[in-house]
């Protein structure tokens, strides 16, 4: 079955400290899509990366870099050098089909709270 | 591109009535995802419906219902309103199936409070 864990519920950090968030999934399919998005106060979900099952690699965009690794099914989430606009609820999805067609679940997601 | 449109953004309701909300997505997407996001139960997946057709649907009661029109457009229904589905309902859209390769952008939400 289908399980997407971020054990981190809130982390506070000051600014331009480096934050990282944990994400810990669970499936039983090959083919599998990943996810990170924010969601700021306004409630709007904000998508940020998708990583399909087949591709490693990390990627950094900015200031946001993932780190995905299928040997521990882990895409971890690092924000470097982090600001007040960064604070937000992160969640992390994780999306494969099936018979009964793709279904998404999401994380509990952390919330961050950058301090000035 | 406008992004995915919710409407409305608001509303009241007590307990025992219905409620439809709205979601237009973005253009050229086909999939339309609803979820409820609750503070106790997360982000939970509601339904999807791609070409007018309902392809998927989440662990809720018959009380809740959608459908989706030939220009994607889609609403959600839901009756006999109870406590508990106050809620801030996100609509998400996608050019396939969501799920899929396919990325969904959300809305900002309905919030709906059943008092």
Known sequence: AQKVTQAQTEISVVEKEDVTLDCVYETRDTTYYLFWYKQPPSGELVFLIRRNSFDEQNEISGRYSWNFQKSTSSFNFTITASQVVDSAVYFCALSEGGTGGFKTIFGAGTRLFVKA | KAGVTQTPRYLIKTRGQQVTLSCSPI?????????????????????????????????????????????????????????????????????????????????????????
């Open chain 2, 27 to 115: 253009s050229g997407h086909r999939s339309v995802s609803w979820y409820q996001q609750t503070p106790g139960q997360g982000l939970q997946f509601l339904f999807e419906y791609f070409s007018e057709t309902q392809r998927n649907k989440g662990n809720f009661p018959g009380r809740f219902s959608g459908r989706q029109f030939s220009n994607s457009r889609s609403e959600m229904n839901v009756s006999t309103l109870e406590l508990g589905d106050s809620a801030l309902y996100l609509c998400a859209s996608s050019i396939g199936l969501a799920g899929s390769s396919d990325t969904q952008y959300f809305g900002p939400g309905t919030r709906l409070t059943v008092l």
